[in-house]
C-alpha cells in the first residue's frame, strides 16, 4: 500500500533524500521509456535519476549541468559554459590528469562532453564494477577542480584555437549572424562558443573563471543520471557518499527577457573564399513546454513541412535540385528561441527562388490545414523513430539529458510525447499562423564575395 501523502511528506522532511515514487513501467504504447526510473534529492539540491536496464555490465553516467551559453549573461563575458567543458578535464585536487586518464582507460570508458546553450553534460560508458570509482573521480572534479593560471591560459588559448577553426567553416559565421540580428537582449544573441573578443580576452579574466565556477558548479544545478547494469539502492549510496556534503549555491542569473520583434530584418554575409551559398529564414519560436500545445505543434509542422518527405524537400532537393541540403531545427529551450530553415544552394543565381519557396512553405502553413492523415502518421513516426532510438543504456541517457536540464525528469520527454497526441490540424494552423509572420521573421544569407578567388590584376 503506497503511503499517504502528508505521511510520506513529514518522512521526507526527516529523511535524508527524498524519493519519488518510481515511474509506473510503460505496460502501455503510450510510455516511451523501457524502463522505470526513480528520482531521489539530496538535501542539497543535487537530483539523482536512476534507471536499471537489462543491457548486461554496462553503465552510462550522465552529468547534466542546468548551465549553458544562455548564463553568460555579463558583457565581455560570453563562452564560459564552454570554455568550463574544456577545463573540467584538467584535473582536480586527488586526481591530476594522469591519474584520471589511467582510471578511464583502464576501465575502457567512453568519456566525452558537450556544450549548448542550456546545458553542459559530461558523460562516460564504462562497466559496472568501475561505477564507484568513476563517481569518486567525477565528485572530486565537481567540487575540488584544481588548475592554476598557466594552465588556465594554455586552455583560453585552445579556446580561441577551436573557434578559429570552427571559423574556416561558413555556417559558424552564418548562425552568428542570424542570432546578431535576430536577438538584441537575451544571452542567445551569442552563440556557445561566445563572441570573439570575449574568447581573445579570456587569457586575462582567470579570476574570474572561477567565479563562474562557483556560481554554477553547484548541486542545486546539477542532475545526476544513471542508467543500465545498475540497482538504485546501491547508486543512491554510492552518490550520498560522493556527493552527499557538496554545498549547495545562492546565484541566480536575471537571464533578459528579449523584447518582441516588430519588423522583419536581413542581413548578407560576404564569405572571402569560395563555397556553396546559403540561405537562412527563422521566425522566433515558443521555449520548450511540455503543458501547452505551441511546441509540440510547431514540432509537427516543422516535420511535415521541411523534413525528408516535405513537399519542398522532394521539389528543391530530389526534383529540381537546386538544392544540397535543406533543413529545420526548433530545437527545445529554456527561453523563446528560434524555429529556422537553413538551404545549402547549389547555385547563387538560385538562392532568391530557394528563399521566396521556403517563405511561401510557411505561409502555406499559417492557411492550410494538415491533413489529418498525414497529421497522425507524422507523430506516429516520430514516436516510432524515437522508441526505437532508445536500444542501450547509453542511448537512453544522451536522449534524456535534454530534458533533465530543463526540467530535471523524464517525465518532460513523456508529457511531451503526450502533448503530440493532442495536436488537431486546426491547431497547427491557428499556431503557426500565430509565430510565422513577416514581423518575427530574420532572414539571412551567405554567398562568396564577387572578387573572392580572383587574381589581382597587374600593378595591383
Known sequence: MKTPFILAALLCATALTCAQEPSTPPASPGKLLPYEYYIDDLPNDLRLVTIPTDYPNLVAFYLVVATGSRNEVEPGKSGYAHFFEHMMFRGSENYPPGKRDEILQRAGAQTNAYTTDDRTVY???????DLPE????????FQRLKYEEPEYKTEALAVLGEYNKNSAAP???LFETLRANAYTTHT??????????????????????WEFFRRYYRPEYTTILVVGDVKRDEVL?????????????????????????????????????????????AFHAPAFSETEKDKAALDLVSEIAFGENSELYQRLVIKEQKVDTLAASYPERMDPTLFTVIAKVKEQKDMDYVRDQVLATFDRFTKEAIPQQKLDDTRSRLRYGTALSLDSS??????LASYLALRRTPEAMEQLFAMYDTVTPEDARVISAKYFVE??????????????????????
Do not use: C
Open 123 to 129: 558523460h562516460q560508458t564504462f562497466s559496472k564494477e
Open 134 to 141: 568513476v563517481m569518486a573521480m567525477e565528485a572530486d572534479r
Open 171 to 173: 555556417t559558424l559565421k
Open 188 to 209: 542567445y544573441k551569442h552563440t556557445t562558443m561566445g563572441f570573439i573578443q570575449d574568447i581573445e580576452d579570456m587569457p586575462n579574466q582567470f579570476d574570474y573563471s
Open 237 to 281: 549510496d554510492l552518490v550520498k557518499k560522493n556527493f552527499g556534503t557538496w554545498e549547495r549555491g545562492d546565484y541566480k542569473p536575471e537571464i533578459p527577457t528579449e523584447p518582441e520583434q516588430t519588423a522583419p530584418k536581413t542581413a548578407h554575409v560576404d564569405w572571402p573564399t569560395p563555397t556553396l551559398p546559403y540561405v537562412v529564414v
Open 394 to 399: 547509453e542511448a537512453i541517457a544522451g536522449t
Open 439 to 460: 514581423p518575427k521573421r530574420t532572414i539571412v544569407t551567405l554567398a562568396t564575395k564577387a572578387d573572392a578567388g580572383k587574381k589581382p590584376e597587374a600593378g595591383q
